[in-house]
């Protein structure tokens, strides 16, 4: 008798609650912040100061061990008919070295400089900061805006001094620089003009443009947005320059408006030409190199009328520059370059890449109107000036 068979076993049946997806999700890693932050931009700007002040004492140090090798502790005494405190009173082997002490700080720290920046933001970093473009509207609006820039810079510069320099005195017990261009004209009344242009306006203007409205503006506005980002750069800009405190206050002011400069035009070269011609008029009117009769005079009998003029041409030079702005595009749209952090390093996952020729898409009425005003009251100050 056959043996039954045996009862096949019921194939084994598996529940799938859910079905797989064909591609599992991966989360992106989170964009790389810009560097530097707050804390690395004091370390690295103690740095930047160390090396370009420490230059400076140290041409002027090595000029004072000459002038006591040479002619001992007599030769550093005051000389006769000399202004107390004036720069003359020193022998004329030191008024040289304190005069070449700033071309060459201002070397030594564009080196600094370069080297930080390149290891920071890598080799890219001259199209992150926008130095391989040159926009020739914004740089025009910029230089026709310079009039009403040294007046109302000095305008609150002086009102500064008035409440702000007597109460940190006090607080302190530390006291004024002097006379900040009669300082200038003693240490470069031996050279030609054009050696102070280049030590007082050229070297500022790119070296101090490159490492704060560059180098800090690249991380902090990249890390913070744009309105903490420009104070703090601002603020960074204006502890270099020491003392007095109203001169500490006023060139932050001026480092946030030269930062607007770089933001609407999107190329560094904007703020290092309106800085450095800035600092060059300061150097050249200091050396009776270049007329400012013309407005002391209108200064003292129109200053109402004088400051109204500069405020007024500073608006709208600011507004012609934000109308003739260089934009941001979203990735896809015609002439967009591809997808990298741009010139100005917008925020972390902003998803937006540099347009290459979006200079200027704001033109029109709007934008002829703010010329046509900048332009008549940049000439009606210049007729005030020079008329």
């Known amino acids: 008798m056959a043996e039954p068979s045996p ?164 607080l302190t017990g530390l006291g004024g620089l002097g006379d900040p261009g009669r300082a200038l004209q003693d240490t470069f009344s031996g050279f030609h003009w054009s050696f102070a242009v280049f030590a007082i306006g050229v070297g500022p203007g790119i070296v101090e443009e490159v490492w704060c409205r560059g180098f800090l503006g690249r991380g902090l506005v990249g890390r913070y947005g744009w309105t903490v980002g420009v104070a703090l750069t601002s603020l960074f800009f204006g502890v270099l320059h020491l003392w007095p405190p109203s001169y500490v206050l006023t060139t932050a002011v001026m480092g946030a408006c030269l930062h607007y400069t770089y933001a609407v035009s999107r190329s560094l070269w904007v703020p290092i030409a309106i800085h450095l011609v800035n600092n060059s008029v300061a150097a050249l009117a200091a050396m009776k190199a270049f007329p400012t009769e013309g407005m002391e005079r209108a200064g003292a009998e129109h200053p109402f009328l004088v400051v109204a003029l500069a405020a007024y041409l500073l608006l709208f030079v600011g507004a012609a520059m934000w109308t003739y702005r260089c934009r941001l595009v979203p990735p896809g749209e015609a002439n967009a370059a591809p997808i990298r952090r741009g010139v100005m390093v917008p925020p972390a996952g902003h998803g937006v890449a540099f347009e290459k020729h979006t200079c200027g898409a704001g033109r029109g009425w709007l934008g002829g109107m703010c010329l046509a005003s900048a332009g008549g009251s940049a000439g009606v100050l210049l007729w005030l000036f020079f008329g």
Do not use: N
């Open 7 to 170: 009862t096949p076993e019921p194939p084994l049946v598996v529940r799938v609650e859910e079905e797989l997806p064909l591609v599992l999700p991966v989360a992106s890693p989170a964009p790389k912040l810009p560097r530097p932050g707050f804390v690395e931009a004091c370390i690295l700007t103690l740095g930047f100061g160390a090396v370009l002040f420490g230059t400076v004492f140290a041409v002027v140090g090595l000029a004072v061990l000459y002038v006591l090798a040479v002619g001992g502790m007599d030769a550093l005494k005051t000389q006769p008919g000399a202004e107390p405190g004036s720069v003359p009173a020193v022998p004329q082997v030191l008024r040289a070295a304190v005069a070449w002490s700033f071309p060459a700080g201002y070397a030594a720290g564009l080196v600094y400089a370069v080297v930080v920046f390149r290891l920071v933001a890598g080799p890219g970093w001259t199209r992150e900061v926008g130095l391989r473009r040159l926009p020739p509207v914004h740089l025009g609006l910029g230089l026709l805006a310079l009039p009403a820039f040294v007046i109302l810079s000095d305008t609150l510069a002086q009102a500064l001094a008035e409440w702000v320099d007597p109460f940190v005195y006090r």
